[in-house]
């Protein structure tokens, strides 16, 4: 089985306001990215790792009757984004086979990318999964969960493109026809351009 992990504990210091609470369409910006993959064939559970402000952003989950979603607070999200990763590695359920990291800030990730990644790990098992669009790299990041005493040992800067500095072997790339792999919603600009 599969399980989520949306990082989502950032500062929005580009945006200015609190990025996760943005409306987007009838939710706010997390909410689309976490109902995103509600609806994604197995995943079995939803982390979500909130950090700066989440006094403010957990309580829009206790409207949401969905099993699956589980909120963890990172306390130390200022000493970078790794942290939010361990966080949301810790205690993981024991029958996780793989781990699909994803941003808080993709809203534009559709459900139909994330099952056809779903697809391609169950058909061909890839060690690290990660999509591309017209050959650029993209978020969902999926691992298989031997990585994750290495992911433990990463530090500094740069978060998990890290492990894949360390493994580019390993790496399978799908090429799905959805932009919104690239499109994270970090300025006021750009929330002006996608949003719906």
């Not at 109902?35 to 064939?41: A, G, R, T, W």
């Not at 589980?70 to 984004?81: F, R």
């Not at 894949?164 to 959805?178: A, M, S, T």
């Amino acid at each position: 089985m599969v399980t989520s992990v949306v990082l989502a504990a950032g500062e929005s210091k580009r945006m200015g306001k609190i990025k996760q609470l943005l409306p987007w369409g009838d939710k706010t910006v997390i909410e689309s990215v976490v109902f995103n993959l509600i609806h994604c064939q197995y995943i079995r559970e939803i982390r979500v790792v909130l950090g700066a402000n989440y006094e403010k952003i957990k309580p829009i989950f206790s409207n949401i009757s969905e099993k699956k979603i589980k909120v963890l607070i990172n306390e130390n999200y200022k000493n970078g984004m790794i942290t939010t990763v361990w966080t949301g590695l810790k205690l993981l359920p024991k029958d996780t086979e793989y781990i699909l990291f994803t941003l808080g800030d993709m809203p534009l990730i559709r459900t139909a990318t994330y099952n056809q990644l779903m697809t391609e790990l169950t058909k061909n098992k890839p060690p690290i999964l990660a999509p591309t669009y017209m050959g650029c790299r993209g978020h969902p990041l999926i691992v298989h969960k031997t990585f994750v005493p290495d992911i433990f040992k990463l530090n500094g800067p740069g978060g998990l493109r890290n492990l894949l500095k360390l493994y580019p072997e390993k790496i399978n790339y799908l090429e799905v026809e959805d932009e919104g792999i690239l499109i994270d919603i970090d300025t006021p600009e750009e929330y002006e351009k996608y949003k719906h």
